[in-house]
Nanobody
Framework: VKFMESGGGLVQPGGSLRLSCEASGFPFATYDLSWYRQVPGKEREWVARISTGGYITDYKESVKGRFTMLRDDAKKMLYLQMNSLKPEDTAVYYC????????WGQGTQVSVSS
């Protein structure tokens, strides 16, 4: 199983980024999947979840209304559209399963700063 995250960068507060996650090695369409993030020195935290088929999404309270998670089962891709970014969103972002964790990818750094 492999996850490859991309799309991070440096953005000013209030800005937007779209993260992508390319997955392989497992039956992508049959799993609920999630985005996570981690700040150095802190535990990795869950950010967003999407059900099989994309019918249900759920978000960490602090990102509700600002982040949107999408999936493309044909391409085995996950996306996280992040709007109205805040400095506290700064972290390395990862994708993985919701109820099962496979090996973690390298993540993509998101930095929100003026």
């Amino acid at each position: 199983v492999k996850f490859m995250e991309s799309g991070g960068g440096l953005v000013q507060p209030g800005g937007s980024l779209r993260l992508s996650c390319e997955a392989s090695g497992f039956p992508f369409a049959t799993y609920d999947l999630s985005w996570y993030r981690q700040v150095p020195g802190k535990e990795r935290e869950w950010v967003a979840r999407i059900s099989t088929g994309g019918y249900i999404t759920d978000y960490k309270e602090s990102v509700k209304g600002r982040f949107t998670m999408l999936r493309d089962d044909a391409k085995k891709m996950l996306y996280l559209q992040m709007n109205s970014l805040k400095p506290e969103d700064t972290a390395v972002y990862y994708c993985n399963g919701q109820s099962i964790w496979w090996s973690w990818g390298q993540g993509t750094q998101v930095s929100v700063s003026s």
